[in-house]
């Protein structure tokens, strides 16, 4: 029987559905056979399997029992749309609705090794459904302080969903996303994250990129657009492979990273040039334009007296490397912290 694993967020903008997106395609070409359902109304896994959005059957209509979960396969992917959110509240009224995705897709659970389902942003009827449905549930997170009180009210949903509906549910870790870790920002927010949940905080992190929203709006895997960026997604599916002691699919995956040039940087993550830039600086600025000269009948002016050095102060140790970039110090007074409950 397949392995389920469900993915969520608290908010939206977390990277969630690119994480699917690119852990089911590592997964799949680690050789596993591989189910995706997309159980978000908007639909944006759907898209990114370049799926047709008047595709039908789709999960709402598994949900709201007017077709089975493998009539409305298409592609390995049972795919989501508006329509859901209608079926949504037809099933909240529903006795016994938290257990409608798990025995829907029990006849399927069969024919394929994992089964990944995207959660919408929001901890409703449709994320209960799919933590009651899963073995696994993993978390997505971003760089932003509201995203981290996020991460701990998902993992509060989470534990009711195990202390009520599904004692074999296991948290398979967190995901952290969009980051750019040559940052203050993003630094302070891992550190914050790893203090808060410890070992389960994943190692490998994802650069942000707007490759990733070119290679949706082709509907193609980051791996066939960039594969340079995507190596961050094969670290990670090596990583969760192994939690998952999948061990031999683990190693298929580590086969295609490629080894690392000697004295070569990993490539640079893209950053907003309208954003505050906090990176500690690497490299001397560029000189700045030169000013014409002035006028020939300008007097010169006197030259001002050289203000006296002040002695520099030795630079500190740099931080552990996270995936090849520096990695955060133990966050300053006033730097992120989870708000206690």
């Known amino acids: 029987m397949a392995l389920t694993i469900s993915v969520l967020s608290q908010k939206g903008g977390t990277g969630k559905t690119t994480a699917v997106r690119h852990i089911v395609e590592a997964f799949r070409m680690s050789g596993l056979r591989v189910l995706a359902i997309d159980l978000d109304p908007q639909g944006n896994l759907s898209d990114y399997f370049d799926i047709d959005p008047e595709a039908d059957p789709t999960i709402g209509d ?54 990944v389902i995207d959660c919408p942003p929001a901890l409703g ?32 949903v989470i534990e009711l969903a ?32 790893g203090e808060h949940v410890g070992d389960r905080l994943l190692a490998h992190t994802v650069r942000q990129s707007i490759a990733y929203a070119e290679s949706a709006e082709r509907a193609v895997p980051i791996f066939e657009y960039r594969p340079d960026l ?14 998952l002691g999948l ?55 006197a030259p001002a007296e050289p203000a006296p050095e002040t002695p520099l102060e030795a630079a500190p140790e740099p931080p552990a490397a996270v995936n090849g970039h520096a990695a955060a110090a133990a966050p300053a007074e006033g730097a992120f912290r989870f708000r206690a409950r």
């Not at 209608?86 to 798990?102: K, N, V, Y």
């Not at 993993?138 to 991460?151: I, R, W």
């Open 162 to 193: 195990r202390d009520t509906l599904n004692p074999e549910l296991e948290w398979l870790g967190v995901l952290f996303n969009i980051s750019d870790m040559r940052t203050v920002h993003s630094r302070e927010a891992y550190e914050a994250l």
């Open 230 to 243: 995507g190596v961050d997604y094969l670290l990670v599916a090596e990583e969760l492979l192994t939690r």
């Open 62 to 115: 598994v949900l709201t029992g007017r077709c089975t979960a493998a009539e409305a396969i298409h592609d390995s992917v049972i795919p989501a749309n508006l329509s859901l959110a209608e079926a949504e509240i037809t099933l909240a009224g529903r006795i016994g609705r938290e257990l409608t995705l798990r025995k829907a897709i029990a006849e399927v659970r069969e024919d394929y090794d994992v089964v």
């Open 125 to 156: 009827l449709l994320t209960v459904n799919a933590l009651v449905a899963a073995d696994q549930a993993l978390l997505s997170s971003e760089a932003q302080y509201f995203a981290l009180q996020g991460v701990e009210q998902a993992l509060e």
């Open 247 to 301: 061990s031999e699919q683990a190693a298929r995956i580590a086969a295609m990273i490629p080894a690392p040039t000697e004295g070569a940087e990993a490539p640079a993550e893209e950053v907003n040039p309208e954003a505050p830039d906090d990176r500690e600086p690497s490299a001397p600025r560029p000189p700045a334009a030169s000013m014409p000269e002035p006028p020939a009948e300008t007097a010169p002016e």
